[in-house]
């Protein structure tokens, strides 16, 4: 496959709300590119970018893919990623490698909350950006719904490049503004005739040209003063004007098309070239250490980022690499700055979906991918041990949904463990720790849906079947009261006995202050030798509670008082009274139930407000308070852990998707006395169980 120089590279980012139809549009640019002879379709599982198993199955994007297209001389890379919030971790790993983005909105849904939230991302990178309305040919399409909302809830200033020629059933083409020309298209293989704008269009047509050319007038002094001498600009003068806000970020361009239909897409496809920058327009990148820019030369020493990871059995395990200087070339040892470990690069490609177009070298600008890497994993760099430098990770979110799972065969644990250890190599949003306390295996992640992918790739590409249980609350007991007590260990057996007193006092101590062991004894009535016995049984008496079996936690104990015996006392004799002298006090000493309680922050737009505080109150949910920002409502509050459970769904389904919420530990706090009954209850009931 032929080279392309860095000036005739573009790489865009697909981005929007889930079944806007990015894969689609993907699908459409590679038809009309000639890619690809026909165009797939998502029901049918026969699409070039959703092409893995889950994806199949759900008819919805998973992961990020990528194609290419030669649109002209020029190559574009097109990224295609996942609209579903479970899986926002593929769009924020593409985000460090592309130069633009085309925000995909529905025709029919105008904007929608996917559409605002990657929004904020693109912003977050400083993307230029086209918004790109999709299914013109939809029954509901509304063009004017769609640009009304997007000037209004993404900025004024979107503006259209393009007109509809018709909506819904009768959308048959675009008008092209700038060079005042209609397109239109009498079927799905892309074939169209140029023709004179319609005549009901062209009063509207002139008036947003003439827009257009006041503000690309304003982006360049040379152009401004072209435009007052003339009162015009050239089409190309236009368009270069135009660019210039576009990469300034003043100017989002706005163009309607039908993917399914394949209608405008090759005026997108030159929009494209025309508006959003070659990989020349990134002067630096961020670095790892001490936040520092890294200068970007394409012309230097070779610098790489492994951005994604991907193993299917069909595909193999593919490193997509985006080469930002320099080649990544088939046969060189290039340094993974991350590791400090050297890494050699067999065979490349680049990526045309589920296919493969085999090649010498990545080059400067361009993406691509290697295969069976040693070492290097996603979100490391490769480059020249000489010029070592680390390309700064994107900040993926904390995940807010908790579940505990269980192989249905306990003897594939190990097999789980490995499993999901291989998967996070793919998806840092996901996390997996071992709870000793609880004995339990904790998996987080971004939502159910999320889980159940994790959860079915584990079955399909490691062999174990997996089962979701409600993770056990780290509850713990306390004492409310002072109360003394003791403890006697007196056993007598033919040969040497066992003997062991202790007079022990507890009192309760201020929440989280922990354990404190306090030695007052006096006179020898217990030697100094047996002291740390005691306290160790003390200590083992804690980790069961007197009510429900709970770790007890922030008491104070006193050993104050006991006997010995000058041939039966041993260090196990008074390990064992002193166990039994703190359970004889702590029963006296008024025992509660405590339960951890979470600081809650959530992030709710005002019409929601209401009726997420309402929720929290009926989670025994304590508002500490509210307060705006950007432009939501952050609502504080406190709430026990046990009523927060799969809680990111419930927001989810209460606010139609719009709202999200963080959650830290704040403290421990007794439980209500009924639900105390009730878990001392499930205890018992679990002894009789097991009995």
């Given at each position: 496959m032929k080279k392309y120089s860095i000036d005739k590279i573009r790489n865009i980012v697909l981005v929007g709300h889930q079944s806007s139809g990015k894969t689609m549009l993907a699908e459409a640019i590679a038809f009309d590119a000639g890619v690809i002879t026909r165009l797939g379709q998502i029901e049918d599982g026969n699409t070039l970018l959703d092409s893995t198993q889950e994806e199949i199955e759900r008819k919805i994007s998973i992961t990020a893919g990528l194609t290419f297209a030669e649109i002209g001389k020029t190559k574009v890379n097109v990224l295609d990623t996942p609209g579903y919030d479970d899986f926002v971790g593929d769009v924020i790993s593409c985000l460090p490698v592309v130069e633009g983005g085309i925000v995909v909105m529905s025709a029919?849904?105008?904007?929608?909350?996917?559409?605002?939230?990657?929004?904020?991302?693109?912003?977050r990178y400083d993307l230029?950006?086209?918004?790109?309305?999709?299914?013109?040919?939809?029954?509901?399409?509304?063009?004017?719904?769609?640009?009304?909302?997007?000037?209004?809830?993404?900025?004024?200033?979107?503006?259209?490049?393009?007109?509809?020629?018709?909506?819904?059933?009768s959308f048959k083409?675009?008008?092209?503004?700038?060079?005042?020309?209609?397109?239109?298209?009498?079927?799905?293989?892309?074939?169209?005739?140029?023709?004179?704008?319609?005549?009901?269009?062209?009063?509207?047509?002139?008036?947003?040209?003439?827009?257009?050319?006041?503000?690309?007038?304003?982006?360049?002094?040379?152009?401004?003063?072209?435009?007052?001498?003339?009162?015009?600009?050239?089409?190309?003068?236009l368009t270069r004007g135009l660019a210039t806000g576009c990469l300034a970020g003043s100017l989002v361009p706005l163009i309607p098309v039908s993917s399914t239909g394949n209608i405008g897409i090759r005026q997108l496809m030159k929009l494209i070239v025309d508006m959003l920058p070659a990989p020349t327009w990134r002067k630096e990148l961020m670095g790892e250490k001490e936040g520092k820019k890294i200068e970007v030369k394409p012309e230097g020493s070779t610098?790489?980022?492994?951005?994604?990871?991907?193993?299917?059995?069909?595909?193999?395990?593919?490193?997509?690499?985006?080469?930002?200087?320099?080649?990544?070339?088939?046969?060189?040892?290039?340094?993974?700055a991350n590791t400090e470990s050297s890494e050699r690069i067999g065979q490349v490609y680049f990526i045309q979906g589920k296919n493969r177009v085999e090649t010498d070298a990545i080059g400067p600008g361009d993406i691509g991918a290697a295969v069976k890497l040693k070492s290097t994993k996603m979100n490391?760099?490769?480059?020249?041990?000489?010029?070592?430098?680390?390309?700064?990770?994107?900040?993926?979110?904390?995940?807010s949904l908790h579940t505990a799972i269980i192989a249905k065969d306990k003897s594939d644990m190990d097999k789980v463990g490995t499993g999901l250890n291989r998967l996070h190599e793919e998806d840092p949003t996901f996390k997996v720790r071992i709870d000793a306390e609880l004995r339990q295996t904790i998996l987080s992640g971004q939502g159910e849906l999320h889980f159940e992918v994790i959860l079915s790739k584990l079955k399909h590409k490691h062999g174990v079947e997996v089962e979701m249980i409600v993770p056990k609350i780290p509850y713990r007991e306390t004492v409310t009261a002072t109360a003394e007590a003791q403890g006697k260990y007196k056993k007598q057996s033919g040969g040497r006995g066992q003997y062991g007193d202790v007079h022990i006092r507890i009192e309760p101590v201020a929440r989280e202050a922990g354990f404190e062991f306090v030695n007052a004894i006096v006179g020898g009535v217990i030697p100094t030798k047996y002291?740390?016995?005691?306290?160790?049984?003390?200590?083992?008496?804690?980790?069961?509670?007197?009510?429900?079996?709970?770790?007890?936690?922030?008491?104070?104990?006193?050993?104050?008082?006991?006997?010995?015996?000058?041939?039966?006392?041993?260090?196990?004799?008074?390990?064992?009274?002193?166990?039994?002298?703190?359970?004889?006090?702590?029963?006296?000493?008024?025992?509660?139930?405590?339960?951890?309680?979470?600081?809650?922050?959530?992030?709710?737009?005002?019409?929601?407000?209401?009726?997420?505080?309402?929720d929290l109150s009926m989670r025994r949910g304590k508002i500490q308070g509210t307060e705006q920002k950007s432009g939501l409502q952050t609502i504080k509050a406190q709430v026990p852990?046990?009523?927060?459970?799969?809680?990111?769904?419930?927001?989810?389904?209460?606010?139609?998707?719009?709202?999200?919420?963080?959650?830290?530990?704040?403290?421990?706090?007794?439980?209500?006395?009924?639900?105390?009954?009730?878990?001392?209850?499930?205890?018992?009931?679990?002894?009789?169980?097991?009995?």
């Amino acid at each position: 496959m032929k080279k392309y120089s860095i000036d005739k590279i573009r790489n865009i980012v697909l981005v929007g709300h889930q079944s806007s139809g990015k894969t689609m549009l993907a699908e459409a640019i590679a038809f009309d590119a000639g890619v690809i002879t026909r165009l797939g379709q998502i029901e049918d599982g026969n699409t070039l970018l959703d092409s893995t198993q889950e994806e199949i199955e759900r008819k919805i994007s998973i992961t990020a893919g990528l194609t290419f297209a030669e649109i002209g001389k020029t190559k574009v890379n097109v990224l295609d990623t996942p609209g579903y919030d479970d899986f926002v971790g593929d769009v924020i790993s593409c985000l460090p490698v592309v130069e633009g983005g085309i925000v995909v909105m529905s025709a029919d849904n105008g904007v929608e909350i996917g559409t605002e939230s990657t929004w904020k991302y693109l912003d977050r990178y400083d993307l230029p950006r086209i918004v790109c309305v999709n299914k013109m040919d939809k029954e509901h399409a509304d063009f004017n719904k769609c640009l009304d909302g997007a000037q209004k809830h993404l900025g004024a200033k979107v503006m259209p490049l393009f007109l509809p020629i018709g909506q819904g059933e009768s959308f048959k083409g675009v008008v092209d503004i700038l060079r005042k020309k209609a397109y239109s298209y009498s079927g799905s293989d892309g074939k169209h005739t140029e023709e004179d704008v319609p005549a009901d269009m062209a009063g509207k047509v002139d008036e947003l040209r003439q827009g257009l050319m006041d503000f690309a007038a304003e982006t360049d002094d040379s152009l401004l003063e072209r435009f007052l001498e003339g009162g015009e600009l050239t089409d190309e003068e236009l368009t270069r004007g135009l660019a210039t806000g576009c990469l300034a970020g003043s100017l989002v361009p706005l163009i309607p098309v039908s993917s399914t239909g394949n209608i405008g897409i090759r005026q997108l496809m030159k929009l494209i070239v025309d508006m959003l920058p070659a990989p020349t327009w990134r002067k630096e990148l961020m670095g790892e250490k001490e936040g520092k820019k890294i200068e970007v030369k394409p012309e230097g020493s070779t610098l790489s980022y492994v951005f994604k990871s991907l193993s299917e059995k069909h595909i193999g395990d593919l490193s997509f690499i985006r080469s930002y200087a320099g080649d990544v070339s088939v046969g060189a040892d290039l340094f993974n700055a991350n590791t400090e470990s050297s890494e050699r690069i067999g065979q490349v490609y680049f990526i045309q979906g589920k296919n493969r177009v085999e090649t010498d070298a990545i080059g400067p600008g361009d993406i691509g991918a290697a295969v069976k890497l040693k070492s290097t994993k996603m979100n490391q760099t490769l480059c020249e041990r000489s010029s070592a430098v680390v390309i700064k990770t994107p900040e993926f979110p904390q995940p807010s949904l908790h579940t505990a799972i269980i192989a249905k065969d306990k003897s594939d644990m190990d097999k789980v463990g490995t499993g999901l250890n291989r998967l996070h190599e793919e998806d840092p949003t996901f996390k997996v720790r071992i709870d000793a306390e609880l004995r339990q295996t904790i998996l987080s992640g971004q939502g159910e849906l999320h889980f159940e992918v994790i959860l079915s790739k584990l079955k399909h590409k490691h062999g174990v079947e997996v089962e979701m249980i409600v993770p056990k609350i780290p509850y713990r007991e306390t004492v409310t009261a002072t109360a003394e007590a003791q403890g006697k260990y007196k056993k007598q057996s033919g040969g040497r006995g066992q003997y062991g007193d202790v007079h022990i006092r507890i009192e309760p101590v201020a929440r989280e202050a922990g354990f404190e062991f306090v030695n007052a004894i006096v006179g020898g009535v217990i030697p100094t030798k047996y002291i740390p016995a005691v306290e160790k049984g003390v200590i083992a008496a804690m980790k069961n509670g007197i009510l429900a079996g709970y770790p007890i936690q922030d008491v104070k104990v006193t050993l104050y008082d006991g006997s010995y015996h000058n041939v039966d006392s041993s260090d196990n004799a008074f390990k064992v009274a002193g166990s039994l002298g703190f359970k004889n006090s702590a029963q006296l000493a008024k025992p509660v139930i405590l339960e951890p309680v979470m600081d809650v922050e959530v992030l709710v737009p005002d019409e929601y407000m209401g009726d997420i505080m309402g929720d929290l109150s009926m989670r025994r949910g304590k508002i500490q308070g509210t307060e705006q920002k950007s432009g939501l409502q952050t609502i504080k509050a406190q709430v026990p852990l046990a009523e927060l459970y799969r809680y990111s769904t419930m927001l989810r389904s209460m606010t139609q998707g719009r709202a999200t919420h963080i959650r830290e530990f704040s403290h421990y706090e007794e439980v209500p006395h009924e639900v105390a009954q009730k878990l001392i209850a499930e205890v018992e009931a679990a002894k009789e169980d097991a009995n």
